[in-house]
């Protein structure tokens, strides 16, 4: 047993040192500097019941400071004032081009098949595909555009900061970061060929335009629930630079309105946070779970004590790292991690059941 207590210290310390890492290299966007050229970019967005959010992220796009753009919506089926809202943005900026969305095709799923239809549409140097419920600042496309040529990138992708309201949310969403960034140093995307250390985020992925066109790579993920991590593990497959970052204050999202969306969010996706495999992931939150009480009973109350100030700065790098409140985090710990259990548990349930209903369609049918 004392082997295993070694096993169990040497995981934490190895997450805290990875929390560590991210947290001390800044991984945001620098700011902008004089681009080589101006790129003419195209933003895709699609969109499926989005009126609550199409019409914000419409105005701020025509608020960029940068004007070598095209902006193309793809209405996906929406049954709300999506398709209004965007029609009404077309006739204050030209830009903003509407595309309506058929009937999904056998083999899709609904925002692979969007974003695939936009890029067929797109005209840009640069493809930039953003969610309908990101929000953008000004400087975001030149910061971007400045990163992506200075690396000579492929693929950009970064994580919005999460704007978390209900108590629901911040008893959820902090948990993407907490995995994410105490397993995976994030500057070993750009820095090493290894495609295990992937991670992407589809609510921002800016694509060099003639590679996408080259690969159409959400034509290749196309059944693919997790299509931003398997794109990016294609690209680096075939040794393609590319590079994930934090957002800051000039990209943020509210991810989900609720404990409800957001447990159902995360739920189609969890298993893909640990390489796709339900043993690794099953066995990461039982580790978690039990390692505290494991390391008390057998070897004492100072490894327990020892452990759970390991927690607690994991806890603190991340959420300084990803610009989220340190006290509410730690306050919270447990019914997060609760709450990370049942994420587990309802993917399990949900893959055993192959149903989960995600804005109307069932995206675990065979």
Not at 68 to 84: F, G, W
Not at 202 to 207: A, D, K, Y
Request: aromatic share 10%.
């Amino acid at each position: 047993m004392i082997y295993c207590c070694y096993f169990l210290m040497g995981l934490l310390i190895i997450r805290l040192l990875v929390a560590l890492v991210n947290y001390l290299s800044f991984a945001y966007l620098p700011k902008a500097t004089p681009l080589a050229a101006a790129p003419f970019i195209s933003i895709l967005i699609p969109a499926r019941d989005e009126e609550e959010n199409i019409g914000t992220l419409l105005e701020q796009l025509s608020r960029l400071e940068y004007s070598a753009l095209e902006i193309i919506v793809y209405n996906d089926n929406s049954t709300d004032k999506t398709e209004d809202i965007i029609k009404e943005r077309k006739v204050i900026n030209p830009n903003i081009k509407l595309i309506n969305g058929g009937v999904l095709p056998n083999g899709w799923l609904g925002k692979n098949h969007a974003c695939h239809q936009l890029s067929k549409a797109a005209t840009g140097d640069v493809l930039l595909f953003l969610d309908a419920d990101v929000s953008v600042k000004k400087d975001l496309i030149k910061r971007s555009i400045s990163h992506f040529q200075k690396y000579e990138l492929h693929l950009l992708s970064i994580f919005p900061k999460q704007i978390m309201k209900s108590f629901g949310e911040k008893v959820s969403v902090p948990l993407m970061n907490w995995i994410l960034l105490s397993l995976l140093p994030l500057f070993l995307i750009r820095n090493s060929k290894n495609k295990a250390f992937s991670a992407a985020n589809g609510q921002f992925m800016m694509f060099k335009a003639v590679t996408y066109k080259d690969m159409w790579p959400h034509e290749k993920c196309k059944a693919h629930r997790v299509e931003d991590i398997a794109i990016i593990k294609l690209f680096k497959q075939k040794g393609l630079a590319c590079d994930t970052l934090l957002g800051d204050t000039d990209i943020s999202c509210r991810m989900y309105d609720g404990l409800d969306t957001a447990v159902e969010g995360f739920t189609k996706n969890i298993f893909q946070f640990f390489g796709n495999s339900m043993l690794i992931t099953i066995s990461f939150g039982i580790i978690t779970t039990i390692a505290p009480f494991v390391l008390y009973f057998n070897m004492g109350v100072w490894w327990f004590t020892a452990y759970i100030a390991g927690i607690v700065s994991i806890r603190f790098f991340v959420s300084l790292a990803s610009q989220q409140s340190v006290v509410q985090n730690l306050l919270l710990a447990i019914p997060q991690h609760l709450i990370f259990l049942v994420i587990i548990i309802k993917g399990l349930i949900n893959n055993q059941q192959k149903r989960l209903i995600w804005k109307g369609r069932n995206i675990l049918q065979d």
